[in-house]
Every structure is written in C-alpha cells, then in structure tokens.
C-alpha cells in the first residue's frame, strides 16, 4: 500500500476539505509490535502490544496532531506557529512549519530539553528560546501571545493536534484487526494525548468498526504527578522530562477520559520507569525515551497490584524514539571497552 500520511489515509474522520494543503511527512502507519518476551514477564495469560511511534518521521506521535494542526494553519494563511514544549511538540513543529514555508517559534525549558529534540528543532530553522522556568511558564505565555497576534498555537490546545492524534487509536483497531483491545497503556503529560486516544476509540465505536472500547490507563511520573495528587505541582521533577508537566491542560479530560472508560490515571517512580525502559531495549529490541516507558512501568505495577483479566490484549503506546534522549542511555550503561587493534586483545575479552 502506497502510504500517504495521516490525512489521506483518515480523511473522512478529520475536519478537512479539498481546500486544505495536505502538508504531512507520511506520518503514521507505525509499528504495533507483539511483545511476548517482555509479555511472559508480566502475565502469561495477555496479549500484549506495543505502539512504536517513535517510527513516525520526527520520532514521535506529535507527528500525527501537527500534520492537521499545520495543514490547517496553512489553509487560513497563517505565516507562523508558536508552541511550548518539552522537546518534541517543538521538533514535529519545527519540521512541518519548515514543510509549510512558515516560521516556528518555540519556548521551551531551560536545560530541561532532551538533545536529540532539540536538535531537531534547531535544525529545522525554529526560533528556539529557553525560558528560565518550566514548560507550564512556557505554556503561559505562547497561550497569551497566540492570542494577541497572528500567530496559530499548536500545543494541543489547539483543536486540529487533537483531531489528527486520535488516528493513533483507529491505526490501534486496523492493525488488531477491526476490534479495540481491553486495556490501552499510554503516559500523561499536558494530558492532550489521552483525551486524543479517547475520542479516536470512541469515534470508530460511533462509526460501527469497533464493538467495544478499552479502559484508557494513563501514567505519570511520581515527581510529576498532578492529576494523581489532585493538585497542581509548582515544581515538577522527573527522568521523563517529556512529561516533567505540573499542570496539564487538558487535566479535565484526563480526568473524564479514564472515568467514562472505567479506566485509571496513576503514577510510577523514575526508578520503575528506568527498569521498563532498559527492559524493553534488552529483552524486545525496542529503544524508546522514557516517558514512552512510563505506561510499561504501567503494566508491570498494575499486574501486580490490580491484575489483568485473562486473555485480555493489553496496548501500550511507546510514544517517541530512544534516540531523543541519547545521554540517558550514557548515564545508566557501562562505557565501551577501549582496546587495541589487535586480534589478540578482541579474543581475550570475548572469552575465545
Ligand atoms: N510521551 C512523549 C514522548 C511526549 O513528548 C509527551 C508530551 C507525552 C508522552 C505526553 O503527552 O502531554 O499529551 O499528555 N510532550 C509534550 C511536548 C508536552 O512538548 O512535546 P501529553
């Protein structure tokens, strides 16, 4: 099948017309992996799947909202976006504003931003400021200067990021083959994605290409928690700075999303999110940052405490690529060893 992005391959559910400049890098259409190595470890009696946005084009499901939020931009002749971000809504807007000859402005945390995100915006050509404060004072202020001058917000405050993330859950019920699974596993940040998921599930039930809706079962970071805390954290702390987020804005629908599915918002420590984050490199091959690893953490804690139903299939969205944060990975692994150029000096330490 010849691919042409989120828009095309969804067009009957998103709110575009033949008069919208389709401006899309061929997002979507990403991986879900059957995870039995890592399943076995959990629970024998699931199906467990993992999502791997990472494969979109700027290594993460951000790509799937600002496909329609900047096609949309362009229709209305908007010449420049603006969002805040903790690194990766500022990559995929950098990309797709550079595709749609407009200028991005980004504000982001200072020296809270992975470098491999930040890279990218810069590459981009975004107008990238750190603010010396967190994303939730970054937040603030794009909010205030998108409404006072021609300038489109694309957090997902801005409806049309919504409206394209969804395509993540009905991508989810194609690749499962035209059913839902029970329970789907995916991190909480600024909270737009479970709101996006929630809607997408519920869109294809209204449709009639799904029988039956998943529990929506969101995760965030113990120092990050504010929705599981029920209050706002002034300084949120977490290893998963990509959802290191005090006060989500879309908290409301969170909150709505996990009630009306029967599902559950909850939390798991930087130590637990580590744990899943190597394990699903060493054991599925799978590199991903880790807030993505934050709902493996998810699973794992939530078989132990509350217990899956037999035979349920469990998704869990591994919603960006390792290689954003690669200095992570430094942290916590052993250096390579330095040898000399020797046949001898190889052998010894390979034990030959
Ligand atoms: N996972 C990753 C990799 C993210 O980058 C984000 C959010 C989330 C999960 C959580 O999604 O905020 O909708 O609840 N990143 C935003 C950003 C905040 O600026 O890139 P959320």
Redesign the pocket.
């Known amino acids: 099948m010849n691919w042409r992005g989120v828009i095309e391959h969804y067009r009957e559910f998103l709110p575009v017309s033949e008069r919208t400049p389709v401006i899309t890098l061929n997002e979507g259409n990403t991986p879900l992996i059957k995870a039995d190595r890592l399943r076995d470890l959990i629970d024998k009696r699931i199906e467990l799947y993992l999502k791997y946005?990472g494969a979109n084009p700027t290594g993460?499901?951000?790509d799937r909202g600002m496909t329609l939020a900047i096609s949309k931009a362009a229709e209305e002749g908007a010449q420049a976006v603006i969002?805040?971000?903790?690194?990766?809504?500022?990559?995929?807007a950098a990309a797709y504003a550079a595709r749609a000859g407009m200028r991005a402005w980004v504000l982001i945390p200072e020296g809270k931003v992975a470098l491999g995100?930040l890279s990218q915006a810069l590459i981009h050509g975004a107008g990238v400021l750190e603010v010396k404060g967190n994303?939730d004072d970054a937040l603030a202020i794009v909010k205030e200067i998108s409404q006072c001058y021609p300038i489109v917000l694309v957090?997902?405050l801005n409806p049309f990021r919504i409206e394209g993330?969804k395509s993540g859950a009905f991508e989810v019920c194609d690749q499962l083959g035209k059913r839902a699974p029970e329970s789907h596993f995916?991190?909480?940040?600024?909270?737009?994605?479970?709101?996006?998921y929630w809607q997408g599930y519920r869109e294809y039930k209204e449709a009639g290409r799904i029988d039956s809706l998943p529990r929506m079962m969101?995760w965030q970071a113990e120092g990050a928690a504010p929705i599981v805390r029920g209050h706002v954290i002034e300084n949120p702390e977490t290893i998963?700075s990509?959802?290191r987020?005090g006060n989500?804005a879309?908290w409301d629908a969170?909150v709505a999303a996990a009630r009306e599915s029967r599902g559950q918002i909850d939390m798991v420590s930087d130590e637990e999110i580590m744990e899943a984050y190597r394990h699903l490199a060493e054991i599925e091959g799978i590199f991903c940052?880790p807030?993505?690893a934050?709902p493996v953490a998810g699973i794992i804690k939530y078989s132990r405490t509350k217990g899956f139903d037999k035979g349920d299939t469990v998704v869990c969205i591994l919603?960006?690529h390792g290689l954003?944060d690669p200095d992570r990975v430094l942290h916590i692994s052993r250096e390579p060893l330095s040898l000399p150029a020797e046949m001898g000096a190889v052998r010894k330490v390979m034990g030959l």
Do not use: L, R
């Open positions: 946005e993460s499901f951000k969002c805040a971000s903790t690194g990766n809504t500022a990559a995929s995100k994303f957090n997902s993330q995916i991190p909480v940040g600024n909270a737009g994605t479970i709101k996006a969101g998963a990509a959802i987020i989500p879309s969170a940052e807030a993505s934050a919603t960006g954003k």
